[in-house]
């Protein structure tokens, strides 16, 4: 499975941002989605994920009723709806695709990562 995040960019405090990420490559409706983050000089951190359907979803406590993660099978894409934005939600933010296994806030769980696309939030 290929991945392909995009949609990032620079914006304002308390702006938004909608972050897609495109798969190809394998059955998109086989695997559980989840987006990380990665801020200048810090480790790369869980943000969400979404089950098979368009179900149950989970967040990170700081991003919670913020951000919203979504996905459209149909169309192989998933979705990260960012609200309310602030300086310290900038990133590089990766989508990622697991398949099977425990631990969806843990990286080891993906099998698949895209490139990351850059979120920039000024003050």
């Known amino acids: 499975v290929q991945l392909q995040a995009y949609g990032g960019g620079l914006v304002q405090a308390g702006g938004y941002l909608r972050l897609s990420c495109a798969a190809s490559?394998?059955?998109?409706?086989?695997?559980?989605m989840g987006w990380f983050r990665q801020a200048p000089g810090k480790e790369r951190e869980f943000v969400a994920f979404?089950?098979?359907?368009?179900?149950?979803?989970y967040y990170a406590d700081s991003v919670k009723g913020r951000f919203t993660i979504s996905r459209n099978n149909a169309k192989n894409t998933a979705y990260l709806q960012m609200n309310s934005l602030k300086p310290e939600d900038t990133a590089v933010y990766y989508c990622?695709?697991?398949?099977?296994?425990?631990?969806?806030?843990?990286?080891?769980?993906?099998?698949?990562w895209g490139q990351g696309t850059l979120v920039t939030v000024s003050s």
């Open positions: 979404i089950l098979w359907g368009a179900g149950s979803t």
């Open positions: 490559g394998g059955t998109f409706s086989n695997y559980r």
């Open positions: 990622a695709a697991s398949g099977l296994g425990r631990g969806l806030t843990q990286e080891a769980t993906y099998n698949y």
